[in-house]
């Protein structure tokens, strides 16, 4: 089969506001960086995918109003209402059939814009049984850290520890918005939102705009962007039923990090993985799934990370950038986010907090309450 690999990306934002500019001048932006980080033109690239959702941007069929900005003009255009990583993945399934050689794959978020973010989300909930009740779907995160804690073992002094921490990192990522010097005490004693969920618990919301170009194997000689090679990539979703998931375990992210661990030939993810960007939406999520992306044992990523043998300075490296709560929450871009962070690290250009020798890095993300759509990626530089 073909490889497919990265050869652009480009980013606008990341900020908590952008009131100087529109959704469309993000997006453009980043198609910009995108494309001359490739060396190619919008005449060049076959295929368009964008990563959007109706509700967000308040009106039918938002994908219309980026064609402009990609430059996507009569091109094949195509909308995936799921995260960046769902938009990518169809995006390496067109190379892969032979479609197209190179595709361009476009994410953002204006969440500054949405009043009521909690009242869009609300729409996800089951609308005969949940919805009628008038709570927000943080009710949900509160049921599945209560549920996480019970069955791993894991402490809120743990989860707490996991904001200190990528928070910190944060500090060393100019594109992170919620960079902070904290203290468990800081995170424990924060506003309650659904207990045990308080407010220093979520990620905080961002602006910006991600945008990759996609290559086939054969193009990539061609082009100047340094490739990063696809190889593993699967998704997965588990019940949209509360009353029949799992709350205890991300079993998606299980399913999909298997799937995409044969793709890639991957044996032992320590052993062979380098690098991780995991979705930390809310703080337990990171350790629910560290074990379910068979990181740890499961019931140990509470102790591993209060230790600091894993983390954005660990042994085992998680969440480098500071991951959402130290960047910010960006709805749909959020794996566009990771996958920056990833091809970054695997070309040597991160910065101040570059990790040292990756070749090999793992892009997680799940969608965020109340669903349960996640989807795993492995990225190498060789």
């Not at 600091?308 to 960047?327: D, H, K, Q």
Request: proline letters at 5%; aromatic letters at 6%.
């Amino acid at each position: 089969m073909k490889r497919v690999a990265i050869v652009g990306i480009g980013q606008a934002g990341f900020s908590p506001t952008t009131p100087g500019v529109s959704f469309r001048e993000l997006v453009f932006e980043a198609a910009v960086k995108a494309y001359r980080d490739a060396g190619v033109e919008p005449k060049d690239i076959g295929g368009f995918v964008t990563a959007a959702e109706d509700f967000w941007e308040g009106y039918s069929i938002c994908d219309e109003y980026c064609n402009d900005q990609l430059g996507a003009v009569l091109k094949s255009v195509q909308t995936v209402p799921g995260d960046f990583l769902h938009a990518l993945a169809t995006g390496f399934m067109m190379i892969r059939a032979g479609l197209f050689d190179l595709v361009a794959i476009e994410s953002h978020s204006k969440l500054s814009n949405v009043k009521t973010p909690d009242d869009v989300k609300s729409f996800a909930l089951d609308p005969v049984y949940l919805r009628p009740l008038g709570q927000t779907v943080h009710i949900i995160d509160g049921l599945e850290m209560t549920r996480y804690l019970h069955a791993s073992g894991a402490t809120r002094e743990q989860c707490a520890k996991v904001v200190v921490e990528s928070r910190a990192a944060a500090l060393d990522n100019p594109l992170a918005s919620y960079g902070a010097k904290l203290e468990i005490e800081d995170v424990l004693g924060a506003d309650p939102v659904s207990w045990p969920v308080g407010r220093l618990d979520l990620a905080g919301h961002a602006d910006g705009c991600v945008v990759a170009v996609l290559a086939s194997e054969e193009t990539v000689p061609q082009l100047a962007g340094q490739p990063i090679w696809i190889d593993g990539l699967a998704w997965c979703s588990d019940s949209p039923n509360l009353d029949s998931r799992q709350m205890e375990e991300s079993a998606a992210t299980r399913l999909a990090a298997e799937k995409a661990y044969r793709m890639a030939n991957i044996g032992s993810p320590l052993d062979d993985i380098d690098i991780f960007e995991i979705c930390d939406d809310v703080s337990f999520k990171a350790l629910q799934h560290m074990e379910a992306l068979k990181l740890c044992a499961p019931g140990s990523a509470g102790h591993l990370f209060e230790s600091g043998e894993y983390g954005p300075r660990g042994g085992v490296l998680i969440n480098p950038s500071g991951g959402a709560l130290g960047v910010g929450h960006l709805i749909e871009t959020s794996g566009g986010h990771k996958t920056l962070e990833i091809v970054n690290q695997l070309r040597g250009v991160a910065g101040r907090h570059q990790a040292e020798d990756a070749e090999c890095g793992l892009v997680q993300i799940w969608r965020g309450a109340p669903t349960t759509s996640c989807a795993v990626m492995i990225l190498r530089n060789n």
